[in-house]
């Protein structure tokens, strides 16, 4: 029986369970990958207050290390069914039952797909979703960028470190990404906009070959030869195993309160997953530390 089940160990999680700990509550994260969840997926993250410049896997690290330091449990597993009324709360892990008092649902959200014709024939063969994790094997290539925010610009500017060209595809005319990151990419002599614009169709012969456009203005259609496809188009939230609870708004996320509670008692939600404006590693950290206070109010009152 544990106090708390964090489910995710991305920064919401890891906040989570550090201030869970500090509360002295019996702490198990559950992760089916690596700590850090999304920020071990970013190179370089310049926007976490004290850190000029700090790797997404080396801020992982440091949270994952504090929580360890400070006797959180980890297990490694996908959470694939819950029953979250009542006391204690299970949630199924595999084949294992995890109880606890209470539940902080940290679960994150996932890259949206194009859902396009030759999207998932090629999938590990020239379309990615993780610069960071492919990039070093575009070396000298043309590569594509689908999108227009944050992840798409600043993605597109570590791929000019591999690849001699790269070509970013805009459904609209302008960016959504912040104006500091436009800057810094339309100064890079390696990359280019193409506006207007999005995928049909991703071709190939055994790998990437090239992509089908359609111009959103004329509707005409052409193709564009590159050899490789990173897709930021955003993300959906990880909450299928919730289904039926009653706590997903119609888009699938968590509906909280500012005390980060769900409908139900003793169910929390923090970051990504939560309908929230912002999605950004200091606010999924600021949300796991209010959910673990919460979590610890609730606790007591049992």
Known sequence: MYDVAIIGGGPAGLAAGLYGARSNLKVLIIERGLPGGQMQNTLD????????????????????QQTVELGVEWKTGE?????????????????????????????????????VPGEKEFQGRGVSYCATCDGAFFKGKHVFVVGGGDSAVEEGMFLTQYAAKVSVLVRRDTLKAQPYLQERAFKNPKMEFVWNTVVEEILGEGKVT????????????????GDGVFVYIGFYPNSTFLQGTGVLNDSGYVITDAKMATAIPGVFAAGDVRDTPMRQIVTASADGAVAAMSAFEYIQSL
């Not at 456009?213 to 564009?224: F, K, M, P, Q, W």
């Open 45 to 64: 993250i310049e926007n976490y207050p004290g850190f000029k410049h700090i790797l997404g896997p080396d801020l992982s690290a440091h949270m994952h």
């Open 79 to 115: 959470v694939t069914g819950v029953q979250l009324e009542g006391q204690p709360k299970v949630l199924q892990v595999g084949s294992e039952e995890v109880q606890a008092k209470a539940v902080i649902i940290a679960s994150g959200a996932l890259p949206k797909y194009l859902e």
């Open 210 to 225: 090239g992509v089908r456009v359609r111009n959103t203005v004329d509707g005409t259609t052409e193709v564009l030869e």
